[in-house]
């Protein structure tokens, strides 16, 4: 199977037209992260961060027409920061009243079991959205007070919700249910929701889009490797199973998170160690992962560490790794046949040795990576897996940011009341 190229792949997003650009926002706790998309062509107009918001010196970088503007200054809160950022389109370009701003999405972190799509923004969905804090605490509250904020300072453009949770409300109740005490369970509304579901999405999509295939048609293996890392098994477009949990930190081995690990970790840190909820909850999400064993958490710094001999990285390595193919093991059995395997995001789109890791071993499962394939300086969507497996092993750039303006279009198209969100 080979790729389709570009200019013959059929862009289901052009029969909308043009509707001009979608502002996306991400707020996280301290920080507020733009993009100005063309949901039809796919690219990005201008992009900026605005970092350390609350501390003395906030960080404000602006890039638009390949020139990247910095500045360092105090952002005391989210609103500062949005208006800082509408500054930077006035001051440096582009002139949002000269882009068309079409709608403003919105990435939230937890939908829970209520928002299984895409949502136009009222006052009411902003209360439910808020209502979902205790299951996402570190998350959610940022994007709760990005959108109060968004929808004052930008009035006249509907306002789109679009939740990491949302791709996987289609799971299976067997995939999906702990087991635990059910009454517990439901009245704490403790499941498995899953997340980064706009990029598995998109890339499950993408690699059906690529390989000139429907997507019903494909078995696949997403694995979404940045600093935050998870798996998913899609059956026919429809994930069947996930590798986060009620919250990020299940599954896979991250950045700072530990992924799985026996519960009963706690209860023991809880007992013997003195550590309190708070303490465990910053070990296991802050502290854990390849910055736990190995002292960074970036897999550049990593490769240098492991080049220079260094063992605890080395063995970090090898952790990410063993979960990783333990991961590729039960999707295959869950999935049965495996047409592609999509590895995507900072470490999945660049680091030559874990996909290479990962897949050693696989050929007996008809999964194997060619070499040279891998290592090819290329950075667009690739096939890196020889031509005699059974299985395709796939490079695919996610692009969460397209993916939630193209979502937007999608609610504001259909202007998808909230009471038309079905339960999940
Ligand atoms: P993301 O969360 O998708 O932005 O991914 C961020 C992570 O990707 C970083 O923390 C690095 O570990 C990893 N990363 C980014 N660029 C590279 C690269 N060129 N080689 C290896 N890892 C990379």
Known sequence: MSIVPEAERPNPYSAYGAHGSVLVLNSGSSSLKYQLVNPVGGEAIAAGTIERIGEPSGIVTHTFAGNRTRRELEVPDHGEALRLALGMFDEIGPRLADAGIYAVGHRVVHGGAEFSGPVVVDDDVVERIDALVPLAPLHNPANVQGIRVARELLSDVPHVAVFDTAFF??????????????????EHDVRRYGFHGTSHQYVAGKVARV????VQDLHTIVLHLGNGASASAVAGGVPI???????????????TRSGDIDPAVVFHLARNAGMGIDELDTLLNKRSGMLGLSGVNDFRELRRLIDDGDEDASLAFDVYVH??????GAYAALLGRVDVVAFTAGVGENDVAVRAAVCEGLEGMGIAVDPERNTAAADGERIISPDWTSTLVMVIPTMEELAIARQCVEAVEHLRPSSSVTAG
């Open 211 to 214: 390989l000139g295939r429907r």
């Open 241 to 255: 199973d996930t590798s986060m949990g009620l919250t990020p930190l299940e599954g896979l081995v991250m950045g």
């Open 323 to 328: 979960r990783l193919k333990k991961y590729v």
């Open 169 to 186: 409300s289609a799971l299976p109740a067997e995939a999906y249910t702990y087991a635990i005490d059910r009454k517990v369970a439901q």
